[in-house]
């Protein structure tokens, strides 16, 4: 089941919310790359590239593009004031070392204990593992960014992960179209709703067991 631009754009902003000044904050590909054009000019977030980019921006204007500069998916992006460059070994050195504050990611499948799977489909071409498997161990907090289900109308919140992993237990917040589901030690806490679906329309398309906030928001 495809999602529309509008929906992209309320998962991307309501992410963006989950920044604050000073985060060193790393970008997956796919709806994750949009976070960046709703963070607001006056909060300082450095955003990091696994390609080599410490202070990216969001996606230039139309016509605007610098074929030299992209993220890591091969996207157009910009820079901001006093950003820096390196080669990808040591922008890679900056995850595993733990200087990620958060990595928003996509995924294909994520489990009601926050394991996450967003590498690979058995049987499907693949370009490469990338470095989802060292953001999802290394990152301070994780969150993930995705449809709520797939193509086939099966949820993509798991009670258990059928696709390979990418890591466990892994995943803090996850954001979908239709909720936003905290990972706790007692599972998944559904935390606020997107309009116009309900808190019922959200349990009936996830797999995974939901405890419901006793003050659930709704996103409008």
Same mark, same amino acid.
């Given at each position: ?7 992209? /754009? ?5 992410? *963006? ?15 994750? $790359?949009? @976070?960046? /054009?709703?963070?607001? /000019? ?44 390196? /080669? ?53 907090? @994780? ?22 992993? $990418? ?8 954001? $979908?179209?239709?909720? @936003? ?23 009936? *398309? $996830? ?14």
């Amino acid at each position: 089941m495809g999602m529309g631009q509008e929906s992209r /754009d309320r998962i991307a902003k309501r992410a *963006a919310q989950e920044l604050r000044e000073g985060m060193v904050v790393n970008l997956g590909i796919g709806i994750p $790359t949009q @976070v960046a /054009d709703h963070v607001p /000019d006056d909060i300082g977030i450095i955003f990091h590239a696994e390609n080599g980019i410490l202070g990216a921006g969001g996606a230039p204007a139309p016509g605007e593009e610098d074929a030299f500069l992209c993220n890591a998916g091969g996207f157009p992006v910009t820079i901001v004031e006093g950003a820096s460059y390196c /080669d990808s070994s040591i922008a890679f050195a900056m995850i595993r070392r733990g200087c990620i504050d958060v990595t928003i990611l996509g995924a294909l499948e994520v489990s009601e204990g926050g394991d996450l799977a967003n590498w690979i489909v058995p049987g499907k071409r693949v370009a490469g593992i990338g470095g989802a498997m060292e953001l999802a161990q290394k990152a301070k907090k @994780v969150i993930v960014l995705m449809n709520h289900v797939n193509r086939q109308g099966e949820s993509k919140v798991k009670k258990q992960c059928v696709l390979p992993l $990418t890591a466990r237990a892994c995943v803090d917040l996850i954001i $979908t179209e239709m909720a @936003v589901m905290e990972v706790t030690e007692q599972g998944l806490l559904l935390k606020e709703v997107m309009l116009p679906y309900t808190i019922e329309d959200v349990v009936r *398309a $996830t797999e995974a067991s939901l405890a419901i906030h006793e003050h659930v928001a709704y996103i409008p």
